[in-house]
């Protein structure tokens, strides 16, 4: 694994990236990961274990991880968004992104921002809140913000991973620093309060990619009625529900998340056979 602040020349830092798999397969199409909030690219690792023989690449995002330091209150969507860009333009060829979460709505406005850098997409649960299926006061960031206003950003993750994991975040806060966890909640109020994230990024409609949609069965409703409504309104894109996922789907089905790559590397290279 190689691990490394890379620098712009003399500009900001940029994300920590992480290098799996093998990546002297150049006749695989690489997979880029980009994590949710209250995340980090690390804990993708069972899926990457599922993608054998392929180049795989991750990177915190600001704020999160080994990129905690480069969160601010500078960082908004759209600043995830030019790093994944940057990520995306680096590669010998474009890949397929898996997003999840917050990271999902990330790889889907990078992509239809410069859509020949991307091959296709795996969204896991984007919260796109402008589409009328979003609830106007989403169950998650209420919770996310009586916890704050109760007990800090602290007690927001505490609240967070208590509803993203159930009683297994148990174990994990009883293992975690408080100022781990203050930092995390200082960035995960962020990105939950930043008004641009309301503001459409792309145009479902007219999206190019062939895009799988995914939700767990065991997930929040609204999360599994907007990524099956925004399945069906992406030309190329289709449904898939992950059965007895959570949200955290990653974690506890990493198997069905590799087969949603390999089903999208399927649906490219047929689309590309009968482009020649």
């Known amino acids: 694994m190689n691990d490394g602040t890379i620098q712009t020349g003399t500009e900001r830092a940029r994300p920590v990236v992480h290098e799996w798999g093998d990546g002297t397969a150049t006749a695989a199409r690489p997979v880029v990961i980009v994590h949710g909030s209250v995340d980090r690219s690390d804990t993708f690792r069972r899926v990457v274990d599922d993608l054998p023989g392929r180049p795989v690449l991750g990177y915190d995002r600001r704020g999160w991880g080994a990129s905690r330091p480069l969160g601010d209150t500078d960082v908004d969507f759209a600043v995830h968004v030019r790093d994944l860009r940057t990520v995306l333009a680096e590669q010998p060829v ?68 208590a509803e993203l994991l159930g009683p297994a975040s148990r174990l994990h806060l009883a293992r975690a620093r408080p100022s781990d966890l203050a930092a995390d ?48 309104l992406l030309p190329h894109g ?35 056979e009968q482009h020649r």
Do not use: C, K, N
């Open 94 to 161: 474009p890949p397929v992104v898996l997003g999840h979460s917050y990271g999902a709505l990330v790889a889907l406005a990078a992509a239809a921002a410069d859509p020949s850098r991307a091959a296709g997409i795996v969204a896991v649960e984007p919260p796109v809140r402008w589409l009328p299926w979003w609830p106007v006061d989403d169950p998650w960031e209420r919770t996310v913000r009586g916890a704050a206003a109760e007990g800090g950003p602290e007690q927001a993750t505490r609240a967070m991973l």
């Open 185 to 232: 909640g200082a960035a995960l109020i962020s990105e939950m309060t930043d008004p641009t994230v309301d503001v459409p990024s792309f145009d479902p409609l007219t999206f190019p990619l062939p895009t799988a949609v995914a939700a767990g069965s065991r997930s929040a409703p609204h999360h599994a009625e907007v990524a099956r409504r925004l399945a069906e």
């Open 238 to 272: 289709r449904f898939a529900e992950i059965s007895g996922a959570g949200h955290a789907a990653h974690v506890s089905h990493p198997q069905e998340l590799a087969r949603l790559v390999h089903e999208i590397d399927t649906v490219i290279d047929t689309s590309e």
